[in-house]
């Protein structure tokens, strides 16, 4: 039973995914509407699935969502306080920094959220990673102290993507 | 006041404040002077600035009396393909060496922007231009 409905729905939050998705493109709701983003939340991900060899099994909505608040909180406060550096600091003190994060995360789709998020954060962009993917190469706008923005990002974001991914 | 008046005052606040995060974006990609401290700039307005104009336009369709929700949407799209378009100019960068070249990493050889692999050390000649003549 369970291998039927793995075989059907790869991905079973893909699917409403893409139903919402489907909804939101119609810009309004109807029965009919809700029945084809089904009907293509799972054809697509049945379609596509040899294309995702291994997919982690368990990620947790709960947390997922409050890590979404967070980092929509903090995208928000460092928006400011990169607008505060812009237009604040001159060139020639600004003190832009490369960052090593050394990462215990190992699933690929854990490792693209945190750099996604690194990103979206302001003031920092992650730039690289490292050819065995141990390391997350970080560019920071303006710091004094680059080992606490690396601490941060590690208690801040990796430790609940761990938790998120487990 | 009614609640079409207080919408049509936070679009305007959300329109005001989301170009103003514009323009700071864009006085930042004039203002550095260096590749890696440019990208800063233009990738966080992405996030906000275009944030709030959308809310604004949110906020706008509401007080018109009919929902839209598409901006959630364009939202989502930008959120996930932000990044990585930052993460690829950042790597154009480090590979044409355009800025300060980054500290190794502790555990591994190198960066995989410059990782090369082995007989790879001399470029291959480019191909000729002019074909043979047969």
């Known amino acids: 039973m369970a291998r039927a409905f793995y075989w059907l729905l790869p991905h079973p939050l893909l699917t409403l995914l893409l139903a919402a998705v489907w909804i939101l493109l119609q810009n309004e709701f109807s029965a009919g509407m809700a029945v084809f983003g089904l009907i293509l939340g799972v054809i697509i991900p049945w379609g596509t699935s040899i294309w995702w060899p291994d997919t982690p099994k368990s990620i947790r909505i709960g947390k997922m969502a409050r890590y979404s608040v967070i980092v929509l909180w903090d995208i928000i406060v460092a928006n400011i306080q990169v607008a505060w550096i812009v237009l604040s600091v001159p060139n020639a003190k600004l003190k832009p920094a490369w960052i090593v994060v050394p990462l215990e995360l190992v699933q690929p789709e854990a490792i693209t959220v945190l750099a996604g998020t690194i990103t979206l954060t302001p003031g920092t962009v992650s730039a690289d990673l490292s050819d065995e993917g141990h390391s997350l190469l970080v560019h920071v706008l303006h710091t004094d102290d680059p080992d606490a923005v690396r601490d941060e990002i590690k208690t801040r974001y990796e430790a609940r993507l761990k938790e998120i991914f487990s | ?134």
């Open chain 2, 1 to 134: 006041m009614s609640a079409e008046m207080i919408t049509t005052y936070a679009a305007a606040l959300c329109l005001f404040v989301g170009s103003g995060f514009i323009l700071v974006g864009v006085i930042g990609l004039l203002k550095f002077n260096d590749p890696m401290t440019r990208l800063h700039a233009p990738t966080k307005v992405g996030t906000i600035g275009i944030g709030m104009l959308l809310l604004a336009s949110i906020l706008h369709s509401f007080s018109l009396g009919s929902s839209s929700m598409h901006e959630l949407l364009i939202m989502g799209f930008l959120f996930v393909t932000a990044p990585i378009s930052a993460n690829f100019i950042a790597k154009v960068s480090i590979h044409r060496k355009a800025c300060e070249t980054p500290p190794e990493p502790p555990r591994d050889d190198t960066w995989s922007t410059l990782n090369q692999p082995e007989g790879d050390a001399i470029a291959p000649e480019a191909p000729d231009a002019v074909p043979e003549k047969l």
